[in-house]
């Protein structure tokens, strides 16, 4: 089992920065792919990023040139540095997490919740 414990939404205002962490615990996989996917209400959950435990990155199209995702060293938390914020990224940010261990487990936080207005 895998617990995801997710920090950093918040209040921002149009063409701002904020930070989303999330960290891994328990039954952990060195083949594992962490990320990010949001959701506003009434709408299906969307990829932002991914990373994988060798680094290997993907972006939704939406948020490439202004959305960075990075893992720390020990590779079980997951940062999403969020600039040139819009209103259309308001959303609940959920933690992603899919590891293989012979078979594919796939687990998610409690989301964290980003608004974007002035």
């Known amino acids: 089992q895998v617990q995801l414990v997710e920090s950093g939404g918040g209040l921002v205002q149009p063409g701002g920065s904020l930070k989303l962490s999330c960290a891994a615990s328990?039954?952990?996989?060195?083949?594992?792919?962490m990320g990010w996917y949001r959701q506003d209400p009434g709408k299906q959950r969307e990829l932002v990023a991914t990373?994988?435990?060798?680094?290997?990155?993907n972006y939704a199209d939406s948020v490439k040139g202004r959305f960075t995702i990075t893992r720390d060293y020990a590779k079980t938390t997951v940062y999403l540095q969020m600039n040139s914020l819009k209103p259309e990224d308001a959303a609940v940010y959920y933690c992603?997490?899919?590891?293989?261990?012979?078979?594919?487990?796939?687990?998610w936080g409690q989301g964290t919740q980003v608004t974007v207005s002035s």
């Open positions: 992603y997490f899919r590891q293989w261990t012979g078979v594919a487990t796939e687990y």
């Open positions: 328990g039954s952990i996989s060195s083949i594992n792919r």
């Open positions: 990373i994988t435990n060798n680094g290997a990155s």
